[in-house]
């Protein structure tokens, strides 16, 4: 199997506003933080300060060798409040597009990656039909002002996931548990992604736009097809079916689940796990690849994969692997696009808070200091070689 990716492929990391910006009170998840009785470890608080160091940030991306980097803009800052806003916070992630621009990055924007105004929350959040037009009003605003230096665009991050864990087990906010909200939520979001499609497009921006999902590898044991399909439907095929069209899909993946005719399974004895506590299982990027490019028929990137590992080694193995189904995916002509690691740096890994370690650099909480692993530079080295190296 060649070793090469294709002339152009995009090489990145991620992050998102919430998890490394520090200070962002004006959410839905800043509040979660501080609620007695939720699932959260610890607040966010300052963060990685991203939202003063980006550059610095930009200037160790660049000189690692990677050409993109997707991170979001935070609703709450730049409308805080119900049609009030803010141009000093637009112009704050214009000079971050443009910062990215004078290093030779590709900016990829998210337009929500998982926090909402706590002014929206309080209207009913995304349980609300209301919000998928104020979503869409937040966007075109935003893209008119940043459209000319936008790369790519992301208008939601896995809202599956906000669906799941926000309105049927209480995880995320607002900490419901209605399956059938969840499935409302769900198309209440489908539209607010077609609706801020649109308006994007209508602020003049001409690069691709597309939705990221949260896929797994679904596998049946002992004769669990018909609970996973249906599983699998409700979280992430009732979306897949609805975004043929799009310029591309964001596909996220981190591992598989098993499940049998009684539900869900636990790990399969003898499988590593990581700090997620998940299965260290880095093929499922290569079968949710394939099975997203089959239902969709859209180009794929690859918006996030990686592993929360205390054992840097172990990252690299993860993520050796999982390009090697990216270039199996290749060799087959699927349409990929690129990869981008998640993430560049330690952050707040939500409910978990700071103690799944995901970045390529790590950061010392006491003194903001960064400290890029060695799979950071292994990494980059094969971004700048567009080649897997030999094991």
Not at 59 to 84: K, M, T, V
Not at 333 to 353: C, H, I, K, R, T
Request: aromatic residues 10%.
């Amino acid at each position: 199997m060649a070793r090469t990716f294709p002339r152009g492929f995009v090489w990145g990391t991620a992050t998102a506003a919430h998890q490394v910006e520090g200070g962002n009170w004006n959410n839905d998840w800043w509040a979660w933080e501080h609620t007695p009785g939720s699932p959260c470890q610890e607040p966010s608080g300052d963060a990685c300060d991203h939202y003063h160091r980006y550059r610095d940030d930009l200037d160790l991306l660049a000189r690692l060798g990677f050409g993109a980097y997707r991170f979001s803009l935070e609703w709450s800052r730049i409308e805080p409040e119900d049609g009030e806003i803010s141009i000093a916070a637009l112009d704050h992630y214009r000079r971050m597009c443009a910062a990215c621009h004078e290093r030779g990055i590709v900016p990829i924007v998210t337009f929500h990656h998982f926090t909402t105004p706590r002014w929206v929350a309080a209207r009913g959040g995304w349980a609300e039909p209301g919000t998928a037009e104020r979503f869409a009003r937040f966007c075109g605003r935003a893209a008119t002002h940043l459209g000319d230096l936008i790369g790519r665009v992301c208008t939601l991050n896995e809202p599956n996931i906000v669906a799941e864990f926000g309105y049927r087990w209480g995880l995320f906010p607002p900490g419901r548990r209605d399956a059938a909200e969840r499935s409302r939520v769900n198309a209440i979001f489908l539209d607010a992604h077609r609706r801020a499609a649109a308006a994007i497009r209508d602020a003049g921006v001409r690069a691709p736009i597309g939705l990221t999902l949260a896929l797994q590898d679904w596998q049946a044991v002992d004769g669990g097809e018909a609970v996973r399909d249906r599983e699998r439907h409700d979280m992430e095929d009732v979306y897949l079916e609805a975004l043929r069209g799009d310029d591309f899909l964001g596909v996220q993946t981190y591992s598989r689940v098993r499940y049998g005719p009684d539900g869900l399974r636990a790990p399969e004895p003898g499988v590593p796990l990581t700090q997620m506590g998940y299965e260290f299982w880095p093929e499922a990027l290569e079968a949710c690849i394939r099975r997203a490019a089959a239902l969709t028929g859209l180009p794929i990137l690859v918006t996030e994969n990686g592993i929360g590992t205390a054992e840097d080694t172990e990252r690299v193995a993860y993520v050796r692997r999982a390009l090697q189904g990216v270039l199996a995916c290749l060799a087959d002509g699927l349409p990929v696009q690129g990869y981008v690691y998640w993430s560049l740096l330690d952050n707040f890994e939500w409910a978990l808070g700071y103690r799944p370690t995901f970045g390529l650099v790590a950061v010392d909480r006491a003194t903001q200091a960064r400290h890029p692993k060695p799979s950071a530079v292994w990494l980059g080295g094969i971004a700048r070689a567009n080649a897997l190296d030999d094991p």
